[in-house]
């Protein structure tokens, strides 16, 4: 079992092999399952006229941290607490990557212990290295992090962790091998390894923290929230994940206690030597049942815990980085849930911008502020009486959390719409060749002004090119026509409803040819090409859940015409993008053909733009590519979705 690493793209949980799960099972198939073990006395919800006072991740970057912590009043110039009756907000990963790791966490037990004094509170909730440092995964512990702890550590210490290696490495005792092991496992490993600890000073204290917390209106989390939990109360949230994260934290220390998990064995290898430790023991011992099988048990079974998978509310990013439209449907039915009005994370560094996502709904507060590595600044956000402000360090003005800027236009080219409309309509073409696909051949035409290069597709078949200035409108006519101003038609309709899937399109003349130029998606390949190819699904969002956005805007235009070859994924991010629509904009009222069993799924968010929608902006934006039939039926069918899909209410 091992979390996903933090600063990388999330892979899939990575599953025993052969050799691992024929041996759990021959070892394991007969143990007791353990019970959850929650965490009594932890308050989920905290109700305060004080100020409030949230910030992100600090990963160990001590003086920036201070300092903003000086800049807000919250401590002095002896790092004492000066806040009152402030309530302090940490949203988790305070270690990992910085210097100053061990300083941040015991300041903040000392400002936990002098704000309950003083009238305030010090709230935490976990995060990602947080968690990842108290199991023993320390891939992101830094040099000066280990050095931090190496005068706690004895040389009976170092000797002890030296002997446990010898005893499974026994052919690496030469003075070659120890100073290897010394650079692998530097001064301070014991003694880290033990801070963190369930009993040790430090761990004790950070699991006295939850992984979620509602502070007034607001819920304070480090990663985010997934459809999976989004049914959740608070209490059964941390309970479930608190519990299972205790429950295999005391198995992995019964395995040390008995001398079967010794400290320098390495999280992500710790299933395979837990199996050849067993196995030896089965062969030397037939027949007996040693003491340490249902703490092996609960290791092996945590392979299913939520609190180890991507999403956990400690390692979940698609409330950071997916579709505002689609990912808000999670969040609003978890905020609905608890009675709370915005969600706060970090876990997704922003290089030093508070970012305001899903309009207010989601605040992103990592700003990177350890600049060695992030190359942020520190921030805070501020609740008091005057509202909702942030603080930068250094920075005497208040100001407002930045609005996201998805747009794909600019994505794709740097280029707002407007500015990439006028380049696709005026630039020089300077290439144009066939692409052999499809009936209609479309091509590929190659633009440039200035230092400016960018490829668009082509398309200019038109099987009823007479329609457009019929008085008399054939609804027959319409409901058959293969027409290229269509995929004009998707991209503005795309933008009024601001979904950001389309790619900018204009209509244009190329080589003697009236046609739609649309702007090519490079790095991109189809649905198809990834299955044939069986490339996995890697991304943070979830294809299912991207495909919410796919069935009512396909509902939406009537486009039956959707297939797996014009439904494109960015390689990078696994980012949805629709294209091909020249099929769409049927005058039926009711769901495409191939929609017709399929429940719809809107936001809140997307259901008041689907709201906005009307005759007056729709004629001014479409007239120029749709019929008024086609424009009605638009409406028509945005009503039966409103009346008949399903919300996020829980």
């Known amino acids: 079992m091992s979390p996903p690493g933090s600063g990388e793209r999330t892979p899939r949980r990575a599953g025993l092999n052969a050799m691992t799960r024929s041996l759990q099972h021959i070892l394991l198939a007969t143990l007791l399952a353990w019970a959850p073990l929650a965490l009594a006395g932890t308050a989920y919800e905290v109700s305060t006229d004080a100020r409030v006072v949230a910030f992100g991740d600090v990963h160990g970057a001590f003086e920036d941290w201070v300092a903003l912590l000086g800049e807000l009043g919250i401590v002095d110039e002896n790092l004492e607490w000066s806040g009152g009756d402030t309530h302090l907000v940490s949203l988790g990963d305070l270690i990992d990557r910085g210097p100053g790791s061990r300083e941040v966490v015991e300041l903040m037990m000392k400002l ?24 023993g995964d320390l891939r992101y512990v830094s040099a000066a992090e280990f050095a931090a702890f190496a005068d706690d550590e004895s040389a009976a210490d170092r000797q002890r962790l030296f002997e446990d290696y010898l005893r499974d490495h026994p052919e690496r005792d030469t003075p070659a091998d120890r100073a290897a092991f010394d650079e692998r496992f530097p001064a301070g490993f014991s003694a880290l390894r033990r801070a ?30 997934a459809f999976e939990t989004s049914g959740l ?35 992500n290898d710790r299933l395979a030597y837990l199996n050849t430790r067993a196995q030896a023991f089965v062969d030397s011992n037939p027949g007996v049942r040693p ?17 180890f998978s991507s999403d956990s509310p400690n390692w979940y990013r698609g409330t950071a980085h997916c579709h505002p439209y689609a990912e808000s449907f ?39 502020m350890l600049q060695s590595v992030y190359g942020g600044r520190a921030a805070a956000l501020v609740s008091d009486d005057s509202g909702d402000w942030v603080h930068y360090l250094g920075s005497a003005q208040r100001e407002r959390p930045q609005p996201e800027d998805f747009s794909l236009s600019a994505s794709l080219t740097g280029m707002d719409d407007a500015q990439l409309e006028d380049f696709l309509r005026s630039a020089e073409v300077v290439e144009v060749e066939g692409i052999d696909v499809g009936i209609t051949k479309p091509r590929r035409v190659t633009q440039r002004r200035g230092d400016i290069t960018l490829d668009s597709a082509f398309k200019f078949h038109d099987s009823n090119r007479a329609l457009q200035a019929l008085r008399k409108r054939e609804k027959t006519s319409i409901n058959e026509s293969d027409r290229y101003v269509y995929d004009v038609a998707a991209y503005k309709l795309d933008r009024m409803l601001d979904l950001q899937l389309v790619p900018a399109a204009v209509t244009t003349r190329v080589q003697d040819k009236d046609g739609a130029l649309s702007v090519w998606i490079d790095n991109s390949i189809s649905e198809t090409a990834r299955l044939q190819q069986e490339l996995p699904f890697d991304s943070y969002c979830k294809k299912d859940e991207q495909y919410r956005l796919r069935f009512v805007f396909d509902t939406l ?3 039956d015409d959707r297939n797996l070859g014009n439904v494109l994924w960015d390689r990078d991010t696994f980012m949805m993008r629709l294209i091909d629509h020249s099929l769409a904009f049927r005058t039926s009222v009711r769901k495409p053909r191939q929609l017709r069993d399929t429940e719809l799924e809107v936001s809140d968010l997307l259901r ?9 902006d729709m004629t001014r934006e479409l007239s120029p590519y749709l019929m008024n039939k086609q424009i009605s039926a638009i409406l028509k069918r945005r009503d039966r979705i409103l009346d008949r899909s399903a919300g996020s209410d829980p």
């Open 112 to 135: 936990d212990a002098q704000a309950r004094r003083a009238g305030g509170a010090v709230h935490m909730v976990l995060g990602n290295h947080e968690i990842m440092v108290m199991l």
């Open 196 to 225: 963190y600890s369930p009993t040790g000073e430090l761990g004790s204290w950070l699991l006295r923290h939850p992984l979620a917390l509602k502070v007034n209106d607001k819920v304070y989390m480090h990663g985010g929230i």
């Open 233 to 267: 109360s608070l209490e059964e949230l941390n309970d479930r994940v608190t519990g299972e994260l205790k429950q295999f934290l005391d198995a992995s220390e019964a395995l040390h206690a008995a001398g079967m998990l010794p400290r320098y064995v390495d999280y």
């Open 291 to 307: 003491d340490w099988l249902d703490a092996m048990h609960a290791v092996f079974d945590a392979q299913k815990a939520l609190v």
């Open 330 to 368: 999670n969040t609003e039915r978890f905020l609905k849930r608890i009675g709370a009005s915005q969600l706060v994370i970090g876990h997704t560094p922003s290089r030093g911008e508070v970012i305001e996502r899903m309009e207010g709904l989601v605040i992103r507060l990592d700003t990177g």
């Open 557 to 559: 235009i009537y486009n």
């Open 608 to 616: 008041e733009k689907l709201q906005q929608l009307n005759q007056e």
